[in-house]
């Protein structure tokens, strides 16, 4: 999909999001919304990935299906959005957000063990990046987690942040850019 595609896909997109960001957490029954994401670290690159709705560098993951727990999640997640299989080699942290989308997202340092690289329709690009110059295009909240991640700290951490109108604004910010520029912005680094 080219350039007009991914701009005439706002509207659609942004009334999703911003559904599931003001309206669904607070209806929705099985409690407050629980992700799991992964650092994938491969000496001293990090592998990052375009989400197809909200467009923007990421970490990999996503929700967990009932009654699943975080670490099976995660493995699944990263399989389905990048090809590889990982292996968890430890928490980084707890991040609770509150504001827009409240969730917590639980991160894990992970481990490349086989599977063959590969972009998906839920993440349409994904790629390795130095840990030292992620692009300037990857969403600010996952800044902390892979500063975290990096400083390779002896206990997991636990991150209150509030995402609010500044928060919404970067998001769209980066988005904009990634859709006017076929999603090249900031993937130099």
Not at 71 to 96: M, N, S, W
Not at 108 to 136: M, Q
């Amino acid at each position: 999909m080219g350039r007009l595609g991914r701009l005439a896909q706002i509207v659609p997109s942004y009334t999703v999001i911003a559904w599931n960001g003001l309206v669904s957490p607070r209806t929705h029954a099985r409690g407050p919304l629980v992700v799991a994401q992964g650092i994938v670290i491969d000496g001293d690159r990090v592998l990052l990935s375009v989400r197809h709705d909200l467009r923007g560098w990421e970490l990999p993951g996503g929700n967990l299906n009932l009654g699943e727990c975080v670490e099976d999640a995660l493995r699944r997640e990263i399989l389905e959005e990048t090809g590889l299989v990982v292996e968890l080699q430890g928490r980084v942290g707890d991040y609770v957000r509150t504001g827009f989308l409240p969730h917590t997202a639980h991160v894990y340092r992970c481990r490349v063990l086989g599977g063959e690289l590969r972009p998906s329709a839920e993440t349409p690009k994904v790629a390795w990046f130095p840990l030292d110059r992620v692009p300037r295009t990857l969403f600010p909240w996952y800044r902390a987690p892979l500063a975290d991640a990096a400083a390779n700290l002896p206990e997991p951490v636990t991150r209150h942040e509030y995402n609010g109108v500044a928060a919404i604004w970067a998001g769209m910010s980066i988005d904009l850019r990634m859709r006017l520029s076929d999603d090249a912005a900031g993937s130099d680094a």
